[in-house]
C-alpha cells in the first residue's frame, strides 16, 4: 500500500494565476504540502507579492499570448530543469455583459485566456510533463473549469460559461491522447469560492445570501475545499483518474435541476 496517497512533497508544480483567489489558494495549500511551486500571474506587481508571500519563484506571464507561454516554459527550464509533475491550469478573466449588448471583446478576450492560452500552455509544456512522467509515477494537469460549465449560470457571462464547458471537453480530449504519454488530464469544477471575480457579487449581505442560499451545503467554499480537491488529482490518490471534471460546489451540479 502507498505510505501516504496524498503526498506531493517534491513534485514539481505550476500554478498559473497562482497570485489570487483559487489558484493562490491552490499554491499555498501544494507548498504547504512539500510541493516546489512555480506561480505566473498576468501582473508583475502581483507576482513580486506572491512571491515574496509565498516563498516561491513568481513569473510574470498572460498565457493568452506567445510571449507569455515562452515565459513559463523558460521559468521551468530554470526553476525545475525542464521537468514537471504538475500544471495548474487556473488562470482566467470573465466577462459580464447583458446579452443584446454583450460584446465581441467580451467573446475574444475570455477565449484567448481561458481556452486557447490553456491549450497553448499546455501543449508547450508537454515535453516537461512527459519528462517527469513515469508508471509509478504519472504527470498531471489539473484544468480548473467551473460550475458555470455544468448548469446554465445565474448572471450574464456568456462568454465565460461558453469557455468553462470547451475547458471541461478539452479536458475530455487530452486525456484521452496523452493516457499513453502517461500524463493524467482531469479537472476541477468549482462553484462560489471569495475571489476577484465573485468580489462584487459577495460585496453586500444580500448578496452574499441569495448565493449561500443556492447552495445545497449553504456556504462558500473554503480554501481546504479547494487544496483537498487539486491535491487528490496531483497525489498518488488520484492515480486512477482521467478526464475526469470533478465539481467543488457545495452540490449545485449534483443536487438542483
Known sequence: MTKDLFDVGGRTVVVTGGTRGIGAMA???????????????????????????????????????????????DAVDAEFGGSLDVLVNNAGVTWGAPLDTFPRKGWDRVLSTNVVGLFELTTALLPALRR?????????????????????????????????????????????????DGVLVNAVAPGAFPSDMTAAALASDSGRALIEKAIPLRRLGSADDIIGAIRYLASPAGSYLTGVVLPVDGGIAGCTA
Not at 45 to 69: I, M, Q, Y
Not at 136 to 152: F, K, Q, T
Open 132 to 180: 517527469a512522467a513515469s508508471a509509478e509515477h504519472p504527470a498531471r494537469v489539473v484544468n480548473i473549469g467551473s460550475v458555470d460549465g455544468l448548469r446554465v449560470p445565474v448572471f450574464e457571462n456568456y462568454s465565460y460559461s461558453a469557455s468553462k464547458a470547451a475547458v471541461h471537453m478539452m479536458t475530455r480530449h487530452l486525456a484521452a491522447v496523452l493516457a499513453q
Open 27 to 73: 499554491a499555498e495549500g501544494l507548498l504547504h504540502a512539500g510541493a516546489r511551486v512555480l506561480v505566473t500571474s498576468r501582473k508583475a506587481d502581483a507576482c513580486r507579492a506572491a512571491g515574496a508571500r509565498l516563498g516561491c519563484p513568481a513569473v510574470p506571464a498572460d498565457v493568452s499570448t506567445a510571449d507569455g507561454v515562452t515565459a513559463v516554459v
